[in-house]
């Protein structure tokens, strides 16, 4: 069956009336979440969800998968025919999500032979877990990483005759217009797939939510520099976010683990400075050193702006410690517990995390040219905060 559009209007809104009535299933004021179980097993998507909404028709439900209502392990899917297991969690979303990101929307501020800057966008995976990376293409998930994606957009920027004139370090960006899309590999990668014949590799990471500047390397020379740079502060990183609560200016120094006791990762007890083990620790008992410097910009009604620059770059770590100091960012929806053990309810209605790299500085490790990058407030976050504003 065809649903026009007003039509699938309707429905959602009657699906959604219909869930709301059901607080045994957990959910958001955005979101429903469905955790399958052992009968779910080798079933395909438009199945389970099927069994999970048995007042829905079968078209109903492929046309909310097909029109990006539907995330699996946190990656948009649209075939209704995926087949799931018994530890997949689905995330039906009561808006659209946007479309996914191809390479010809990425914008290169900044390439040459040896590394490039890009601003990432906010819903994608910056590089592929070392466990992923060993898995052939058909069984990864369908979205591409930000890794994948440069890889073939420099195939298009750089495999065009004339074009190698970008590789000079001038800004790409203008070439971002001009990009197609590149073909998805199936199976093993291809000895001229644009991942080897292009190659980048990361030297840092952006979690998926989180958008902004990235750097990466084009050279090994240069991940191997780039990489020792990240190790000893070198390179500037600054973070805009919006956080519940009246921040305040301070500097956060805390070591943090995998495990803080509720199987997330966060920070351990402060000790005595003659105990703190040294910055570049992987102790699992002691933690890594991990410091925020954290600028008090704007507040108004329930929420503030920061800034957060990274003295180290552990995972998660501006996120760990806004909400271990009772700020959790809006949006966020690990790092949710507040220092007095309650859990926030987080009534911003923020479409991500509302947490945006908007600096990047640092000096080429091979050329010694003092590079800097601004990326603007991308359109979700500025219309977000403009309704939040207006509502304060």
């Not at 750089?158 to 199936?186: D, E, F, T, Y």
């Not at 990489?227 to 956060?252: C, N, P």
Request: glycine residues 6%; aromatic residues 6%.
């Amino acid at each position: 069956m065809v649903i026009r559009p007003s039509e699938q209007f309707v429905s959602v809104v009657q699906y959604w009336t219909l869930m709301s009535k059901q607080p045994s299933r957990p959910s958001s004021e955005q979101f429903t979440l469905f955790h399958l179980q052992s009968q779910h097993a080798s079933q395909t998507l438009v199945s389970v969800l099927k069994s999970f909404l048995p007042d829905s028709s079968w078209g109903q439900v492929q046309s909310w998968i097909r029109s990006r209502h539907i995330q699996i392990n946190g990656n948009l899917c649209l075939d209704p025919a995926r087949r799931l297991t018994e530890k997949d969690v689905i995330k039906f979303w009561k808006e659209p999500l946007p479309k996914p990101v191809t390479a010809e929307q990425l914008k290169l501020p900044y390439l040459d032979e040896h590394l490039l800057v890009v601003e990432k966008p906010a819903g994608i995976t910056s590089v592929w877990h070392r466990e992923e990376r060993k898995l052939p293409a058909k069984r990864r998930q369908l979205q591409p990483t930000l890794e994948e994606l440069l890889s073939g957009a420099l195939a298009k920027i750089l495999g065009l005759p004339g074009s190698q004139r970008s590789s000079s370090g001038r800004p790409a960006s203008h070439l971002s217009g001009s990009l197609r899309k590149p073909k998805p590999n199936r199976g093993q990668r291809h000895p001229n797939s644009p991942s080897n014949r292009w190659p980048v590799y990361p030297v840092h990471r952006l979690d998926r939510d989180t958008s902004g500047l990235m750097l990466f390397a084009r050279s090994r020379i240069a991940e191997q520099k780039l990489v020792a740079m990240f190790r000893d502060h070198l390179i500037h990183r600054q973070y805009w976010a919006v956080v519940h609560g009246a921040a305040v200016s301070q500097t956060i120094r805390t070591m943090l683990v995998r495990d803080r006791g509720d199987r997330l990762r966060g920070s351990l007890p402060e000790r005595p400075p003659a105990d703190r083990v040294s910055r570049t620790s992987d102790n699992e008992e002691t933690g890594q050193l991990a410091i925020t410097h954290v600028e008090h910009v704007e507040s108004f009604g329930q929420y503030s702006i920061v800034r957060c620059r990274l003295e180290t770059g552990r995972t998660h770590q501006i996120r760990i410690h806004l909400s271990e100091h009772g700020h959790p960012l809006c949006g966020e929806k690990t790092y949710v517990r507040l220092p007095d053990g309650s859990i926030l309810a987080d009534h911003s209605l923020a479409p991500r995390q509302a947490l945006h790299a908007e600096r990047l500085a640092f000096t080429h490790p091979l050329t010694g040219e003092r590079l800097e990058f601004h990326m603007p407030l991308p359109t979700d976050l500025k219309h977000w905060l403009n309704r939040v504003r207006s509502k304060e």
